[in-house]
């Protein structure tokens, strides 16, 4: 099952957290048919979004992470809230490139490095903050970790890791975002860094511990780490009917006459989890006289 944990370190000065998002991540890459490499990408990206989201402060809340490096993979987009519910997408789903060896694969030419991250986080207020910053290499953690300290002011280590079968299902996909905190003491700070430093390759901790708190002791090993919450995450899609509705009506009066007339119905698919919804020229008009009164 994915989870998130949230922990706290180093006498309180470090804060962290873990995901396992394998299931979610399977469950996306059978809806998307994503290449091994666009599977890596989405989620690095996706466990990224559900940590950033426990950042948040109540349910409700959203984040959306959105990468584009002018790769062949096109746009990464992921949208997570504070009750860990996720969903993702890439633009070019089937994309692939060569790998950097037999076993690693080269997210950073799928994504690009010429342009930027943008996160955007919806607080429920009337204008959500958007934050971005120049990407680092396309590997998503350097980007999110150069992120973190330069429009945030945040320094972090973010890692993330995801291992693709033969089969192209997948095998394991977590990482773990850990902050420090402005008090901490430089006994503490070396610690950290030395294990950072130190560690095995993530994608073998979470094929081997699989659990993110057995991961946990072995990234923050001598540092106390304390799990303050536990969460699930899923893959989760908030579109609805009524949501695209309104989509439909946000074409305008005319719009909406011109497919009328052209076609009689419509279909909208849902970009996330391709889900269709029909509408026949009954509900076209209806949803039309709702466009002229607007």
Request: proline fraction near 4%; hydrophobic fraction near 40%.
């Amino acid at each position: 099952m994915d989870k998130m944990i949230r922990v706290s370190a180093g006498n309180g000065q470090i804060r962290a957290f873990f995901v396992r998002n394998s299931d979610m991540l399977e469950r996306t890459r059978e809806i998307h048919q994503l290449s091994p490499v666009a599977a890596a990408a989405l989620g690095r990206t996706m466990a990224a979004t559900a940590m950033m989201a426990q950042m948040l402060k109540a349910s409700g809340q959203k984040i959306t992470i959105r990468i584009n490096g002018g790769g062949p993979l096109g746009t990464v987009l992921c949208v997570a809230d504070y009750d860990g519910n996720v969903k993702g997408l890439v633009d070019y789903p089937q994309a692939e490139t060569e790998n950097i060896s037999p076993e690693k694969l080269n997210v950073g030419a799928a994504i690009g490095k010429d342009g930027e991250i943008t996160v955007i986080k919806d607080l429920g207020m009337k204008t959500p903050y958007i934050g971005t910053y120049p990407l680092t290499n396309g590997e998503i953690a350097e980007d999110l970790t150069a992120y973190f300290l330069h429009s945030e002011q945040q320094p972090s280590s973010v890692g993330l890791s995801v291992k693709v079968n033969v089969d192209y299902s997948i095998l394991t996909s977590g990482g773990f975002i850990i902050q420090v905190l402005p008090d901490i003491s430089e006994k503490e700070l070396r610690l950290l860094e030395s294990r950072l430093l130190n560690l095995p390759p993530l994608s073998e901790l979470y094929e081997t511990l699989r659990d993110p708190e057995t991961v946990m002791h072995t990234v923050l090993d001598g540092l106390n780490p304390i799990v303050s919450e536990e969460k699930k995450v899923v893959f989760h899609c908030d579109c609805s009917r009524e949501r695209m509705e309104e989509a439909l009506i946000s074409l305008g009066a005319k719009e909406l006459s011109s497919i009328i007339e052209e076609d009689g119905h419509a279909e909208i698919k849902c970009h996330f989890c391709l889900e269709a919804y029909q509408f026949n020229k009954m509900e076209l008009r209806k949803l039309n006289i709702e466009a002229l009164g607007e």
